[in-house]
């Protein structure tokens, strides 16, 4: 509907803008006393017509070839060759119809090739003129863009900070880890005191997550390695976790609290829901020039069953807004009572950005 929407405008613009600049002519002609012969309104036709298809052309190669912005900015080359051929083109047809229809003076006819060239110079500028008008269009339509962008992101890190202790770290996670930190103060109270000091650090990860668009990921892993070290308290030996981490990834930027919640989704939704137990693996690589995180988990995966998670559309999101269509989410069964999640991003696309 949208696309429908821009076509019916483009076209009223487009046929609007050339009729407006016959009007022009008419008037001019009509206000500087010049003389309207017989030829004058064909001709006219002529260049109008020309005119329009000739742009709508140029208009289709620009979106084909994809010349609008940004991607202009590397293929100035073949935007000129292409504009330069249109010009030629349409001076040239506009040359030969007026030879073929007898759109000349014949006191003053000159050759095709002199009339090309008079075309040339006078009738070029008509083309610039729409290509200026089109590029400055589309400039403008980026800018607006990007701005719409940038107020989503803001409202998105808003709403984030609403729910970050809500939906990131979930208060029945603090309860268990509080009990579990309780039940080890008179029987093991070393390891009490450093899951107290685990539980503060993701607490604080939490509240700094407010100001951040993206951490490094060795600081998310090491946000979630405290987390898992927490639930183990609770599961035991219930709770398996690998981790097969390319060390060349520690440094790639990731949205924060986000492998956390994966991670949490994946015990309160798949190994906290199994008698057994079971395994909770974390994987970093490099793969297809993207940055492509996964989380696995024993379980089974259902839409029903997280529709009220705020966890796996936060992803959707989040990822959308900072990395575009350079970035996706997926989660899915994987066979042998096995879910994955995977998270794919470009690498290096962002660096930590913190809100001013």
Same mark, same amino acid.
């Given at each position: ?34 003389? +309207? ?9 002529? =260049?109008?017509?020309?005119? !329009? ?8 190669l620009i979106k084909v070839l994809h010349l609008r912005p940004p991607e202009l ?19 040239l047809t506009n040359s030969a119809l007026a030879e073929w229809l007898g759109l ?28 200026? +008008? ?5 400039? =403008? ?54 899951? +107290? ?22 600081? @998310? ?20 976790? @690998? ?15 986000? !492998? ?24 970093s690589d490099f793969r297809d020039n993207h940055h492509e995180v996964i989380v ?34 997926? +989660? ?7 879910? @994955? ?7 290096? @696309? ?7």
């Amino acid at each position: 509907m949208r696309n429908k929407r821009k076509a019916i405008l483009y076209w009223y613009c487009q046929i609007g803008g050339w009729m407006m600049y016959g009007l022009t002519m008419v008037f001019f002609a009509f206000v500087f006393d010049s003389r +309207i012969n017989a030829i004058f309104y064909p001709k006219l036709l002529v =260049i109008i017509t020309t005119g !329009l298809i000739f742009t709508h052309i140029l208009r289709e190669l620009i979106k084909v070839l994809h010349l609008r912005p940004p991607e202009l900015s590397k293929k100035w080359f073949l935007f000129t060759v292409i504009l330069l051929s249109i010009l030629v083109l349409f001076n040239l047809t506009n040359s030969a119809l007026a030879e073929w229809l007898g759109l000349f003076n014949p006191k003053t006819k000159v050759s095709v090739e002199k009339r090309f060239l008079v075309n040339l110079v006078s009738d070029s500028p008509l083309i610039l003129v729409w290509v200026s +008008i089109y590029y400055l269009w589309h400039y =403008i339509e980026l800018g607006t863009k990007i701005e719409i962008q940038k107020v989503k992101l803001e409202s998105l890190v808003k709403e984030l900070e609403l729910n970050t202790i809500k939906s990131h770290i979930n208060p029945h996670f603090i309860f268990n880890a509080l009990n579990s930190i309780r039940a080890l103060v008179d029987e093991n109270p070393e390891r009490a005191r450093t899951a +107290i000091t685990e539980l503060s650090n993701i607490l604080r990860s939490s509240m700094q997550s407010e100001k951040l668009a993206t951490v490094p990921f060795e600081k @998310e892993l090491n946000i979630v390695k405290d987390y898992l070290a927490l639930e183990h308290i609770r599961f035991e030996d219930r709770l398996m976790v @690998e981790f097969d981490i390319d060390e060349d990834t520690l440094d790639q930027p990731i949205p924060p609290m986000m !492998l956390q919640t994966l991670v949490e989704n994946a015990i309160k939704h798949g190994v906290g829901k199994q008698k057994q137990g079971g395994l909770v693996k974390i994987i970093s690589d490099f793969r297809d020039n993207h940055h492509e995180v996964i989380v696995q988990n024993t379980g089974s995966f259902t839409k029903e069953g997280i529709s009220d998670g705020f966890g796996i559309s936060s992803t959707h999101d989040r990822l959308k807004l900072l990395f575009g269509k350079k970035a996706h989410f997926s +989660i899915s069964n994987k066979g042998n009572d096995l879910v @994955e999640a995977v998270i794919v991003m470009p690498i290096h @696309e962002f660096s930590t950005l913190v809100k001013n």
